[in-house]
């Protein structure tokens, strides 16, 4: 039991027999091996937070509950085990809500506990403090949504939280506590017997034989297969079956950004750098754990070129079939077990796709690649983003353990394609929605889950979303290092208003350093204004483990608008004025 839960000194004799809202919440959390809770104090849940610190769970308080959400979320992809989020009622809600449905949209498991106002005050809208009906408001946005009202009821209400969050296609889920639940008493033998420990909370799901045959004929059948791999293959965690069936079937492999590294992007059939050839020019394309969503142009259109294409898609959603595009061999199940039933419908002797398609597809990309190279190596000052991550991309093939973060648009999408990755789950960034924000939640989670070392590659835009958590990342002194790309702006440091004197909606002040918020809370802080004074410096933060923020001065005219997906800005037709 809690410590909190045995006699305290002078406690009535009863006190010896009995637990509490508090207590359970603990035992539960614990009995369920969900030992690390992100979330920011205040009432109802501060003794919370505090009696689960002294009960030996590890209580990370940030400075804002979405980027503890986002660090909840992203525990979630890392673990496979839901992430938790802990907040206050109504507004600290609603700031972890966007966490929340950013967990659901990308398919990541974590579990929003939120305190909330008592039913018999909202349901008569009698003014509470926070009053909000936070169940309603949580239920469009989440995979599920569950209230506890009586204490006996917290073990199964948990114990329902992470089974939703984990089994089939993860999730969000959210938790209400009214605040009440809390402070219930009762007996603690009976409190003991209502705890539940979740049996198989994920269990496999076994594809059917008939499915893994037909997706081997069509596969077979191919003459320019593709194989894509999302970000659920990486969540999967059944790496050298993925690694063992993309080799012996010998085809090229795109991966999407978060599923990069799954297989190293130096591989020889790594067809990341040849992107457009492949998904041109394909005629069988397999998705594992990818949707044909925005992401990929939804399956159809320009980017997929004019010839009939075949998709074989592997998900643990059946309703993702037919999504967007005819699935013409819908795999249904999990990851590991589609991809070992497809290894062994494989047998002994598969034979690999077709060389002049691989060949094809491997020139292409030695094209690319040697475009790029000369651009990497530039020493400029100011630095623009290629010169920048050149040394960057050194940095991480000398380290590979470490993690990755990454946000921003010209400074997510350059980085994506410039730094190859070596391993699987060590870039985390944007996701499904593109979101700016989820830096340094992510940061702060990846360090705590793995304990490896971080690297945050950040947009000075997207830095700002989630900036304030420097001082989280001091007071717990985490291995993370901060490069901000400092181009003085949104996309571009350039643009001008000339309608008035306020600044343009997209620049930001001019030279700014925000080397010196790291140092503000006792951190190192650098500013860099050359590719070799930002390798040294990430090296040296690499090396120390101390938490940095580097300051990197980007060209301010280097960037373009929206990066890579600017073509979705409307554009006006009227003539401007
Ligand atoms: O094959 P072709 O020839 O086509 O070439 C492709 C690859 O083959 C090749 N390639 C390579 N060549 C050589 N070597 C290597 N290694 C290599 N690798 C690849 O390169 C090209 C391109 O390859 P890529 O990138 O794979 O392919 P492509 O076509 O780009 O893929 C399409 C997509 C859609 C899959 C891809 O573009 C993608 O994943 N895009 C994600 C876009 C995204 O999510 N962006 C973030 C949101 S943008 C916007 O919303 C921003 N906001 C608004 C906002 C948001 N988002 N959130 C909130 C809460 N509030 C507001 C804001 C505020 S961004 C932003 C901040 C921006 O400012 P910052 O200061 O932070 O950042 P800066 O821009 O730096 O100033
Ligand atoms: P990406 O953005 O990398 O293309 P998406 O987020 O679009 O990836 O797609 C992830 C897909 O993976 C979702 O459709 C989800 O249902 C699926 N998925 C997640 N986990 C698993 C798993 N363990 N087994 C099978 N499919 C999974
Ligand atoms: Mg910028």
């Given at each position: 039991m809690a410590e909190a839960a045995l006699k305290a000194p002078g406690a009535p004799e009863e006190a010896q027999d009995q637990t509490d809202g508090f207590n359970l919440m603990i035992d539960a959390l614990k009995l369920n091996g969900l030992t690390t809770i992100y979330g920011v104090p205040g009432i109802p849940i501060t003794d919370f937070g505090r009696m689960a610190q002294a009960a030996g769970i590890r209580v990370l308080s940030f400075r804002h509950e979405q980027n503890a959400g986002y660090a909840a979320a992203i525990a979630g992809f890392l673990t496979k085990k839901p992430g938790i989020c802990l907040t206050v009622s109504a507004p600290g809600f609603l700031n972890g809500l966007t966490a929340l449905a950013h967990a659901t949209t990308n398919c990541f498991p974590m579990i929003l506990i939120s305190g909330s106002s008592e039913r018999e005050i909202v349901d008569l809208q009698q003014g509470d403090y926070e009053e909000m009906d936070q169940l309603a408001i949580a239920k469009p946005l989440c995979k599920a949504a569950f209230r506890v009202l009586h204490a006996v009821d917290i073990g199964i209400g948990l114990a329902r939280a992470i089974r939703a969050a984990v089994s089939g296609r993860p999730g969000g889920v959210y938790l209400d506590l009214p605040a009440k639940l809390f402070g219930q008493v009762m007996d603690a033998e009976a409190g003991k017997k209502s705890l539940v420990k979740v049996i198989d909370a994920a269990p496999a799901q076994i594809p059917a034989p008939s499915a893994i045959k037909r997706a081997l004929d069509v596969l077979k059948s191919a003459k320019r297969p593709l194989i894509i791999l999302g970000k659920g293959a990486a969540y999967a965690q059944a790496d050298e079956a993925i690694k063992a069936f993309v080799e012996k079937s010998g085809v090229p492999f795109l991966p999407m950004s978060m599923a990069k590294g799954l297989l190293p992007d130096t591989h020889p059939q790594c067809a990341g750098a040849a992107r457009s050839t492949v998904l041109k020019d394909s005629d069988v394309v397999m998705l594992i754990g990818a949707r044909l969503n925005w992401l990929l142009s939804h399956g159809k259109g320009k980017a997929w070129g004019d010839a009939p294409k075949k998709f074989i898609q592997v998900d643990i959603e059946p309703k993702e079939m037919d999504s967007n595009v005819e699935i013409v061999a819908p795999v249904v199940g999990d990851i590991g077990s589609c991809v070992a039933a497809l290894l062994d419908g494989m047998g002994g002797s598969?034979?690999?796709?077709?060389?002049?398609?691989?060949?094809?597809?491997?020139?292409?990309?030695?094209?690319?690649?040697?475009?790029?190279?000369?651009?990497?190596?530039?020493?400029?000052?100011?630095?623009?983003?290629?010169?920048?991550?050149?040394?960057?991309?050194?940095?991480?093939?000398?380290?590979?353990?470490?993690?990755?973060?990454?946000?921003?648009?010209?400074?997510?999408?350059?980085?994506?394609?410039?730094?190859?990755?070596?391993?699987?789950?060590?870039?985390?960034?944007?996701?499904?929605?593109?979101?700016?924000?989820?830096?340094?939640?992510?940061?702060?989670?990846?360090?705590?889950?793995?304990?490896?070392?971080?690297?945050?590659?950040?947009?000075?835009?997207?830095?700002?979303?989630?900036?304030?958590?420097?001082?989280?990342?001091?007071?717990?002194?985490?291995?993370?290092?901060?490069?901000?790309?400092?181009?003085?702006?949104?996309?571009?440091?350039?643009?001008?208003?000339?309608?008035?004197?306020?600044?343009?909606?997209?620049?930001?002040?001019?030279?700014?350093?925000?080397?010196?918020?790291?140092?503000?809370?006792?951190?190192?802080?650098?500013?860099?204004?050359?590719?070799?004074?930002?390798?040294?410096?990430?090296?040296?933060?690499?090396?120390?483990?101390?938490?940095?923020?580097i300051n990197a001065a980007i060209d301010p005219a280097a960037g373009s608008e929206s990066g890579r997906i600017g073509n979705l800005n409307p554009q006006s037709k009227l003539k401007k004025k």
């Open positions: 598969w034979t690999k796709g077709p060389a002049d398609w691989m060949g094809a597809v491997s020139s292409k990309r030695e094209e690319n690649v040697a475009k790029m190279a000369p651009r990497l190596m530039n020493n400029n000052n100011p630095m623009d983003y290629h010169g920048a991550l050149g040394v960057l991309r050194t940095i991480i093939k000398e380290r590979p353990d470490a993690i990755l973060v990454n946000e921003g648009a010209n400074t997510l999408d350059l980085t994506r394609g410039v730094i190859d990755m070596y391993k699987p789950r060590k870039r985390l960034d944007v996701g499904t929605w593109g979101v700016m924000g989820i830096g340094m939640g992510q940061c702060i989670a990846a360090a705590v889950e793995t304990g490896k070392p971080v690297l945050a590659i950040e947009g000075d835009s997207a830095f700002g979303f989630s900036g304030m958590e420097v001082e989280t990342i001091c007071r717990y002194n985490l291995p993370v290092c901060i490069v901000v790309f400092n181009n003085d702006g949104i996309y571009r440091g350039t643009d001008v208003n000339k309608a008035g004197s306020d600044p343009a909606p997209t620049v930001f002040v001019k030279g700014s350093r925000y080397d010196r918020m790291m140092e503000a809370f006792g951190g190192v802080g650098v500013h860099a204004t050359t590719p070799d004074e930002l390798k040294r410096a990430v090296n040296a933060a690499m090396d120390s483990g101390k938490p940095t923020l």
